[in-house]
């Protein structure tokens, strides 16, 4: 009895002491110019810019401008349920920022 309340409040501290968060995802629009270019991607976000479009296109215009993309549109945030659907869409830029 007393081994299993043991093991049973080490399991419900341990659980309480992992982050709650699940990964996020935004899907965007970008740009290079000479030779105009356009795509269409999704990046995986950082928890703390999930709340918002808004909040996401700084991290969003930052991973792809380091390969010369400008961000045009972030349209939408989601969570992992979105990823397949847009897999297919998003081709080579499926996840690579």
């Not at 995802?25 to 030779?35: E, L």
């Not at 991607?41 to 930052?62: E, F, K, M, N, Y």
């Not at 991973?63 to 045009?72: C, S, Y």
Request: glycine share 6%; aromatic share 10%; with cysteine.
């Amino acid at each position: 009895m007393k081994h299993s309340i043991l093991l049973l409040a080490f399991a419900l501290s341990t659980a309480l002491a992992s982050p709650a968060s699940a990964a996020c995802f935004a899907d965007y629009k970008a740009k290079q110019d000479n030779p105009l270019k356009l795509h269409y991607g999704v990046i995986q976000l950082p928890d703390r810019v999930c709340g918002s479009t808004q909040d996401a296109r700084p991290v969003v215009s930052r991973r792809i401008g380091a390969d010369g993309w400008t961000l045009l549109n972030v349209l939408s945030i989601f969570d992992q349920n979105g990823l397949e659907q847009r897999k297919a869409s998003a081709g080579e830029f499926f996840l690579r920022y």
